[in-house]
């Protein structure tokens, strides 16, 4: 149980100590920003540092103010740049040359005159082939309207005599400005029959032409069960809250018991193949030429190393498995306990598509500036747009700008999300339960936060990550596999400032910079690099990382599934998607409505784990912050700690020689008792302060 602060106690008049009321706890709270603002006038006159820097105030309470707001600048040149390529496109543009068709002569369905003074019609015809079964794909003409019946017919080329004649007409469907033959109702009953007994993908589309025929199937399907497919979204989200609650309740076990599984597997593989080799006569039949027996030995030899290497290893990284378990169950607790931070992905797609669509559909209006060029094939004619090589740069700079706004909207949701949390675990507890926790109006606060003060640094860091995307997927393969450190460098002279190590340029395209931004309100440069200092041993966040990653795509994998599920026993189930008669919901194609649904699912399982990654690692980040700020709350009240320290040692609060900040927090330094005379408020959930204060007792025996 959670240990109320000592400045958050009353007596009871025999020396010993009793909880204080929910009111008398929130009256006394200013005590403490008093107390820490007592320390930092003193601490002024030692600190070569900025106070804000040296010791912070009460966590979550600094006051904001505009950061990076040149960038800002730099977002608006960039979109006006494309005045001149929009306006050309509104002029000359024409979007129809996508989708008007050609016929066998070369003329634009629509466009061209297939007569003198008469314009081809709108629609691409296949006709069918002269006393063959199926249509003529490679000769294709221009019609008014698409063939709804049998009764009439069309003048169309014949490839053998090379000449036209007139060939009766087959029943048709609109689609895509092409007339799409039309299966006759019995193939169909005979299509989905066989589809269901033997499981045959083969299409009888009466003629039509294989691929669109498909296609339109798999939309007209699609449409019939638009309405399941909205409740997969619901159906997937409710499972995501359900994997929350499985990971809350059983989240000890699952680590445990997978680490055991980790080590167990390849150990008994092994020792299976060992076991082997003493029953085939040992080593003596392995040196004698047994090529069964050698392989059975060496396999054995690696399982048992495998698995003696995974024990030693996770034997080392014991302790930031408890602390990642922590982070993951203090993550559970803020999503149940604020569940409307799941809205926020949502808002961030709508934003993306409200964005990214008119600057694409801008750039298809440009690129129909071209000049369209027919190719002829053995498959038909075929259309190719020729460009100039400043057209290309121009699309090429519209993808690119597309790429920016997808990635600014992305990093817009990761502050707002770590602005939530921060907000979530710098509310103190009082007793068993956080008091004041921030309602839904926190995510109109956040959005507020970002544009008045930090948009110029969100559009900084976004840029960034769009310019290096590719660099910063081998960064963040660097940093899982722990190979980058902060070097440590002694000799910092204020003039010069900090260094920046290859590993400080990583860690600007991650979004550590933003989760100090929320509580600092510093640059973007600034934010990163303190955070990367804060968190300077990397080995709990490594081991975080790790194990969100695996929860992660448990997550993705289950609300995968489920959506899937959902939506192959609705299909298979209700008789009326079933039912070949019926041509209102009748299913052609439901492995498409299957396979959509599998997608929706999918995008709500990354949202979900989204929040979930970014959330749990801001509260490690807080916790990291909130030990920092407490030691050097002390350190500034103390009159014999040192003033000399480097920059890097006053961000860690810890000597050169020390094992770094989580070092410490974990247990590998000294204890060091509560100072009474700066007693801690309680901000950090009750499991995690748990297993912290159970790994700092472990180490102290």
């Not at 992905?345 to 209006?365: D, G, N, Q, R, Y």
């Not at 956080?434 to 008045?452: A, W």
């Amino acid at each position: 149980m959670a240990v109320v602060p000592k400045g958050l106690r009353t007596s009871n008049g025999d020396g010993a100590s009793m909880r204080i009321s929910r009111e008398d706890a929130m009256a006394k709270v200013p005590l403490m920003e008093s107390d820490v603002e007592t320390a930092a006038e003193a601490s002024v006159e030692t600190s070569h540092e900025p106070v804000g820097r040296s010791v912070a105030p009460l966590p979550g309470q600094w006051h904001h103010h505009c950061t990076d707001p040149c960038w800002i600048l730099l977002l608006i040149a960039a979109v006006g740049v494309l005045y001149f390529p929009i306006q050309e496109a509104m002029q000359t543009g024409d979007m129809s040359k996508y989708m008007r068709g050609f016929d066998y002569m070369g003329r634009m369905c629509g466009r061209d005159e297939c007569a003198p003074g008469q314009i081809c019609g709108r629609f691409i015809y296949f006709c069918s082939k002269v006393e063959e079964n199926g249509i003529d794909t490679l000769h294709p003409i221009c019609v008014d309207s698409c063939p709804t019946n049998n009764l009439t017919s069309h003048v169309c080329f014949d490839s053998d005599t090379q000449s036209t004649l007139l060939v009766p007409d087959w029943p048709t469907e609109e689609f895509n400005m092409k007339c799409l033959q039309r299966s006759h109702r019995l193939r169909a009953e005979e299509e989905h029959e066989r589809k269901r007994l033997a499981g045959d993908v083969t299409r009888f589309k009466g003629g039509a032409g294989h691929t669109p025929g498909i296609l339109l199937d798999c939309i007209a399907s699609i449409a019939r069960a638009r309405l399941h497919l909205v409740v997969v979204i619901f159906v997937s989200t409710a499972a995501g809250f359900m994997y929350m609650l499985f990971l809350w309740s059983c989240l000890k076990f699952l680590i445990y018991g997978s680490l055991v599984l980790v080590i167990l597997i390849p150990s008994s593989f092994g020792l299976w193949h060992l076991f082997i080799v003493y029953r085939g006569g040992g080593v003596t039949a392995a040196l004698s030429g047994n090529l069964q027996i050698q392989q059975s030995l060496w396999m054995g030899l690696a399982g048992v190393s495998i698995g003696l290497f995974l024990w030693c290893t996770l034997k080392q990284i014991f302790n930031r498995i408890q602390t990642a378990e922590g982070c993951i169950m203090a993550t559970t607790e803020c999503l149940f306990e604020l569940p409307f931070v799941l809205l926020e992905p949502a808002f961030s797609l709508l934003a993306k598509v409200m964005i990214a669509l008119p600057l694409f559909i801008l750039m298809l209006e440009y690129a129909s500036t071209g000049e369209m060029q027919l190719i002829a094939t053995e498959r038909g004619i075929h259309r190719h747009l020729q460009l100039r090589k400043e057209q290309w740069g121009i699309i090429f700079y519209f993808a690119f700008l597309i790429a920016w706004t997808l990635e600014l909207v992305h990093n817009m949701t990761q502050y707002i999300l770590a602005f939530i949390a921060q907000r979530w675990y710098f509310t103190p507890y009082v007793g068993e339960q956080k008091v004041d926790v921030p309602g839904i109006c926190v995510i109109f606060e956040s959005t507020c936060n970002l544009f008045r003060y930090h948009f110029g640094s969100v559009v900084f860091g976004s840029l960034l990550k769009t310019l290096f995307r590719i660099p910063k997927m081998f960064a963040y393969s660097i940093f899982l596999l722990g190979c980058c450190k902060y070097s440590k460098h002694k000799e910092v002279k204020e003039s010069s400032g900090t260094k920046f190590t290859a590993s400080l340029m990583f860690a600007l395209l991650r979004k550590e910079g933003y989760m100090d931004m929320a509580i600092t309100s510093s640059d973007y440069c600034e934010a990163t690099e303190h955070a990367t200092f804060t968190l300077d041993d990397s080995s709990t966040e490594l081991v975080l990382t790790w194990t969100q990653i695996i929860f992660e795509l448990g997550g993705w994998v289950l609300m995968t599934g489920v959506g899937a599920l959902y939506m192959a026993v609705t299909v298979h189930s209700n008789p009326r998607f079933t039912d070949a008669t019926d041509d209102e919901m009748f299913l052609k194609e439901p492995d498409a409505v299957v396979a959509l649904a599998a997608v929706l699912g999918l995008a709500v399982g990354v949202s979900f784990m989204n929040v979930f990654d970014v959330i749990g690692d801001t509260i490690l980040y807080c916790l990291a912050l909130e030990e920092q700020r407490f030691t050097q709350l002390r350190n500034a009240s103390n009159p014999h700690h040192k003033d000399d320290a480097t920059l890097i040692e006053r961000c860690t609060c810890r000597d050169s020689s020390s094992g770094g900040f989580l070092g410490w927090m974990m247990g590998y330094d000294e204890y060091e008792q509560e100072d009474d005379d700066h007693p801690r408020v309680q901000y950090a959930p009750h499991s995690l302060k748990e297993l912290v204060d159970a790994r700092n007792a472990k180490y102290q025996k």
